[in-house]
């Protein structure tokens, strides 16, 4: 079982910055491929990015590439989301979540934990 829990939300004007982390619980972390995902109000939740289990591969949905920065500490047990140029559209309730899987997914329902989520508001 792992826990998730994520935090660094908040408001920020647009091209701003923020780094969300993502706290988990449990002994074996390190064995859990991350990703980060996010849902905007009355929109379905999207894949944002993934990281592998060792930090060597990462991915980014085209909306946040080249702005957006996925990484971990496998020693604190934490993933990051940097975030950088913040635009409007990026408003949305952040999560994070851990799968078993070994290859790269986008796809919610191959995660099998997630977090309780934390607010992100970028103003114009």
């Known amino acids: 079982q792992v826990q998730l829990v994520e935090s660094g939300g908040g408001l920020v004007q647009a091209g701003g910055s923020l780094r969300l982390s993502c706290a988990a619980s449990?002994?074996?972390?390190?064995?859990?491929?991350m990703g980060w995902f996010r849902q905007a109000p009355g929109k379905e939740r999207e894949f944002v990015a993934h990281?592998?289990?060792?930090?060597?591969?990462?991915y980014y949905a085209d909306s946040v590439k080249g702005r957006f920065t996925i990484s971990r500490d496998n020693a604190k047990n934490t993933v990051y989301l940097q975030m950088n140029s913040l635009k409007p559209e990026d408003t949305a309730v952040y999560y994070c979540?851990?799968?078993?899987?070994?290859?790269?997914?986008?796809?919610?329902?191959?995660?099998?934990?997630w977090g309780q989520g934390t607010q992100v508001t970028v103003s114009s």
């Open positions: 449990g002994r074996t972390f390190s064995s859990y491929a």
């Open positions: 979540a851990a799968t078993r899987g070994g290859d790269y997914t986008a796809i919610e329902y191959e995660y099998d934990y």
């Open positions: 990281i592998s289990w060792s930090g060597g591969s990462t």
